[in-house]
């Protein structure tokens, strides 16, 4: 991706939920997490996120719901406002790349043990893989730790 200016913050959330879409979620995850990435306030109620992502109230719903279950927003009350409010996790971001490694980390293992089911010299392309998801996990690993050690404490 080259360096766009966004115009709009439309543009900007467009641009990122189709990211969201090609790493296999569903495009709406994206929307509404990075609109709540440059909406302003940065809390945003139900029905703001249906009005400005253009939404349906069931499809907030079970969006909003998930993303709750998975540590990535958190619901906020406003005084004298009788809607709940969402926002971004203040970690959110490191969670997503979290659970990434998670994943990581479980495909290494899945194919270090797949590893004994071939012989040495047909094990080329898994050993490869594995090799190639022992060096990713290592690395995000090592990256989010530092991220953490400079940014968050």
Known sequence: ??????????????????????????????QIIGWLLVCE???????????????SKASVSIVTRTLLDR????????KGDRQIHFKLKDASVTSILESHL????????????????LSEENSGRLS?????LSFITKEIDTTIQKYKAEFLD
């Open 1 to 30: 991706m080259n360096n766009r200016q966004y115009k709009t913050k439309q543009e900007f959330v467009d641009d990122f939920s189709l990211k969201y879409e090609e790493m296999g979620y569903a495009r709406i995850y994206g």
């Open 41 to 55: 306030p940065e809390h945003q109620s139900f029905s703001d996120l249906i009005e400005n992502l253009d939404i």
């Open 71 to 78: 540590g990535i927003i958190e619901k906020v009350r406003i």
């Open 102 to 117: 998670r994943l990581n980390q479980d495909l290494q293992c899945i194919t270090s043990a797949g590893l004994s089911l």
């Open 128 to 132: 490869k893989t594995n090799s190639l």
